[in-house]
């Protein structure tokens, strides 16, 4: 069984800045891209941002500059460093992750999800 923990939300003034991270556990063989998506009250889920095996980042136009993802392979952990804080940010931030698990196939994994609120 994997399992995507996250941890990290909170709540923080404009302008501010949270950090976010997420990790996989269990029977893992092998990870592929990992990334944030977020969820605000009446929108749908959108990608925030994405990094592959290998490193490479995709962001979202909105947080472009503002937001860093990084992973850790050895430990199958992603992180996400948030600056300059919009209320616009505010919305349940969900960790995902396309995992191989050992003796099972590729499937696409989500956390429970945090809640970031940006507000003074």
């Known amino acids: 069984q994997v399992q995507l923990v996250e941890s990290g939300g909170g709540l923080v003034q404009p302008g501010g800045s949270l950090r976010l991270s997420c990790a996989a556990s269990?029977?893992?063989?092998?990870?592929?891209?990992m990334g944030w998506y977020r969820q605000a009250p009446g929108k749908q889920r959108e990608l925030v941002a994405r990094?592959?095996?290998?490193?490479?980042?995709d962001y979202a136009e909105s947080v472009k500059g503002r937001f860093t993802i990084s992973r850790n392979n050895a430990e199958n952990m992603v992180d996400l460093q948030m600056n300059s804080l919009k209320c616009d940010d505010t919305a349940v931030y969900y960790c995902?992750?396309?995992?191989?698990?050992?003796?099972?196939?590729?499937?696409?994994?989500w956390g429970q999800g945090t809640q970031v609120t940006v507000s003074s």
């Open positions: 269990g029977s893992i063989f092998r990870v592929g891209f």
């Open positions: 995902n992750a396309d995992i191989t698990p050992r003796f099972a196939s590729r499937r696409e994994n």
């Open positions: 990094i592959s095996s290998d490193s490479d980042t």
